[in-house]
Every structure is written in C-alpha cells, then in structure tokens.
C-alpha cells in the first residue's frame, strides 16, 4: 500500500545513488510526483513502454517509487506508480570511502572546511531522518536561512566575531556534561557568499 509521499528523502545505499544519478530515471522520478501507469508516464516523458519500464524496475528495486494501486484492464493488471518523495538528497555516506571528514582539517576560514562540516550535517540529519521514518517519529531539529549584505569585509569580520562569541556562550551556558539522560546536539552556524543560478545551470556570486 502507498504511504504519505514526503518533501524530501535521503539516499545513502550507494546502488540507489547510482541508479538515481541516471539522466533518465530522474526524469522518470520529477514524473511521477503524480501516480502513472508506465503507460501514462511513457506518453508523458515520450520514451517507449518498453524503456520506462526497464529503469521503473530499477527504481523500485532501490525503493525510490512505490505502487499506489493496481487495476484490471482487460487480460491485463496495471500497475499505477508513484515517486516516494518530491526530492531527493544524496548522503556522503553512499560514498563511504571518500566522503569528507570535517575531523581531518578543522579551519573555520576554510571553505572547503565548511563543505565538508555540510557534508556531515547531510549525513547526520539524513540517518535520523531515516531512523524517524522507520520508527514513525519525527526528529527534533531547527535551522535558521538569513541573508546579510554587508557593506564592507571589515563589518563581515566583526559579525563573524560577534556570531561565534554569542554562539560560545550559549553553547557554554546550556552545555551540561553529566546531565542524566541528556542527549548531545550539533550546533552548526555557517556564512558564505550567496550564489544565484545562471543561463548555464552554474551558479555566480550575487
């Protein structure tokens, strides 16, 4: 039976993200955001049956479309199909081996630092995200999305200096070490340069 289709879910079985990462599943996945027969969705993307149902197989195998219902038409059962998510979002733990540790080289100026400190917070919030889903809980989190132009580097510095000293003493004020069943929260403030989209798919500094 269908379930709730979510806003977002996350791959980490590096078979799945491999199999997502294929231009025309997709495709096939953006869709089927509305439940489709392989019929209807062959009409729709203009791809023979025969094609679409090949990579719908492989979509189903990784868990990443879900049948809605069945109907009878004619000699033949037919199968309506739909997306398990509106978007997806690939983990670095789908690249075990080589996915970035923030651990290695800890530098709060460094870009590629802070990539791989995102990274990890892909990785960890995905996990929950699944261990939620399986458990039919929803997991405890909170982010803050802000843009602030500033009108010269030197105030950039000193809004830096300021966010990092306020989020120190929050973080020494509320931190209890021996608190009885207590449970440790990550804490990741982050600033970079806005991007916007480009003609070419790419992104520009705004």
């Known amino acids: 039976m269908s379930r709730v289709m979510f806003d977002i879910a996350v791959i980490e079985n590096p078979a799945a993200a491999e199999a997502s990462l294929d231009p025309m599943r ?7 955001a509305e439940p489709a027969s392989v019929t209807m969705l062959a009409a729709r993307v203009d791809v023979p049956r025969k094609k679409v149902n090949y990579h719908l197989r492989a979509l189903e195998q990784h868990g990443m479309i879900e049948l809605v219902e ?23 733990a789908a690249l075990a081996a080589v996915r970035p540790n923030p651990s290695d080289t800890p530098d709060w100026l460094s870009a590629r630092w802070l990539l791989a400190v995102a990274a990890r917070l892909v990785q960890d919030v995905g996990a929950l995200i699944t261990g939620a889903d399986r458990a039919k809980k ?24 300021e966010l990092a000293s306020t989020v120190g003493a929050l ?23 806005s ?12």
Do not use: C, Q, W
């Not at 991007?195 to 705004?206: H, K, M, Q």
């Open 26 to 32: 997709a495709r096939l996945l953006a869709a089927l």
């Open 70 to 92: 069945e109907r009878r038409k004619g000699n033949v059962t037919e199968r309506a199909m739909r997306a398990t998510a509106a978007s997806y979002a690939i983990s670095p």
């Open 138 to 161: 929803r997991v405890a989190t909170f982010a803050i999305d802000a843009t602030v132009r500033f009108a010269s580097a030197r105030d950039r510095a000193a809004f830096v200096e």
């Open 171 to 193: 973080v020494s004020r509320y931190h209890d070490e021996e608190a009885p069943g207590g449970r440790a929260h990550r804490v990741v403030p982050a600033l970079h340069p």
């Open 195 to 206: 991007v916007r989209p480009t003609a070419g798919n790419g992104s520009d500094e705004s």
